[in-house]
């Protein structure tokens, strides 16, 4: 496999999403809300900047994964629908490297415009006067690794299905993603068997998103261990390695007659 393969892939690719107008849309809705916090904020007479600080990181995560789902699952399509897939595997370049290139490129794209709401936030928190701890570092730092696990996600279903029914799977996983720690313990409880069973296979099974979830801990100043952000980065990378794995075996025997 050749990184500088996988990296041309990756620029053509940041090239191609940067041009995609629901990119923009999305993230100047996210703009939106999160300047939208200062005036949420002064409707209430007590903790104001924690709920200013709650939507606006809300704002960032939501918004990201909204782009890593509708704008990422249509990056392969595109190129089997417009038959340029033909000619860039005709090249030196295997499938996997094209798949890795493909998420590589869209992990930075959102990175980038994560960076853009990340500035905003700052600068809307800089002029109510709302504190900016370390933790908001780390809150910042896990939102960034769940996007790129959405990314992963997203390039999965992407790999074998429509950009519709990719979008819908993608969107399924994260929600249940976020839900995954309840089913465990709901299921836990259960008086059937095999109920408990299916259940802690699906918690294992899906992403623990609400593992990269600091947002209360930021926006209330409450205590991080450094735990707290090192297993949840752990978590990710592993988790994302997976998935791009499980991918790239399926676009390696995919069919685009």
Known sequence: ????????????????????RLLYSLLLFAILLIVSGLFLSSLSYVEADRIMQDVGLAAIRLFGVAIAIFVGVGL?????????????????????????GKF????????????IMVVVFVGVSRAAG?????VHGAAFLLIAVELAVMVAIA?????????????????????????????????????????????EWLYHLLPDLEGFNLQIEAAHGLVVTGADVWLPVIYGAGYTLVVLVAAAAIFER????
Not at 108 to 115: E, K, R
Not at 130 to 134: G, I, Q, V, Y
Not at 254 to 257: C, G, Q, V
């Open 130 to 134: 709302a504190p900016l701890t370390a």
């Open 155 to 199: 390039t999965f279903f992407s790999a074998f299905t429509t950009p519709m029914l990719a979008s819908f799977f993608s969107a399924g996983v994260w929600l249940a993603g976020n839900l995954s720690r309840e089913l465990r313990d709901i299921g836990a409880q259960a008086q059937v068997e095999s109920v408990r069973t299916v259940t």
């Open 254 to 257: 995919r069919d685009f007659r």
């Open 76 to 100: 392969i399509h595109k190129e089997v629908d417009r038959r340029t897939v033909y000619t860039i595997l005709s090249k030196p370049l295997t499938r996997t490297e094209f798949l890795l």
């Open 1 to 20: 496999m050749s990184a500088m393969r996988v990296w041309t892939i990756a620029t053509n690719t940041v090239r191609e999403a940067i041009r995609s």
């Open 104 to 115: 590589t490129g869209l992990v930075l794209t959102i990175w980038l415009q994560m960076g």
